[in-house]
């Protein structure tokens, strides 16, 4: 039988991401396929991981305990690298997802990537370039956190701050990233369907608009204020052309 949805496998470093970023990592892969294999590793006996229990529970992740055998290596992200390289010869995945701060795992994601199955990455602002370049996509774990329900708003996502068309503008890789996308995709009119600039820049980066606060494309476009918007009244699809064109 074919398969409906794509089947992604989650490998969660609970040693470099906070439980409260899990419920919105699953919401969000949730969006490209059903993550079938949730798998959480660390070392259970330790006081630091008590905060995950609930969430293993909750969410039906599997843990995976690993003890400390050395204090100069770190156990964890090796079990975590060969078992990821084990699922991707023995299992029938579509998509990896690797919830980590570590640089460590570029190797691996670079691996999976090379068998051309995406790789979605999530950790914290402070997670090292090279790993966020490796993944298909990466997003802030920050801009998916939940509070605790003891905490004294709610238990609903952080409301991730908005960078404003102004901040975007003065960010160059944002700007190259846009113009360049849309060069590649456009028509003789300089026009380009912002369906075909999304997927052009899914495959040559980890941009994600959500890490400047918006939930599409199209929102982020429409404040960055740098291209001329058409919209089909029949098909409803949009498309940009660089301002800079003029008429």
Known sequence: MQKKEDHIALFIDCDNISHKAIEGIISELSKYGVVNIRQAYGNWTKDNLKNWEEKLLQFAIKPIQQFDYSK?????????????????????????AFATSDSDFTPVVMRV????????????????????AACSQFIFTEKLMMNDKSDIQSDKPELPVRKSGKEMRADTWLVGLLRNAVDQTMDEHGWANLADVGQYINNSSSFSPINYGYKKLSGLIDEIDLFDVYINEETKQMSIRDKRLGN
């Open 72 to 96: 100069n290596k770190n156990a964890t992200d090796i079990l975590m690298t060969i078992d990821a390289i084990d699922l991707l010869h023995t299992k029938d995945i579509d998509a990896f």
């Open 113 to 132: 990537q090379a068998e051309g199955i995406k790789v979605y990455g999530f950790g914290e602002k402070k997670t090292p370039k090279p790993f966020m």
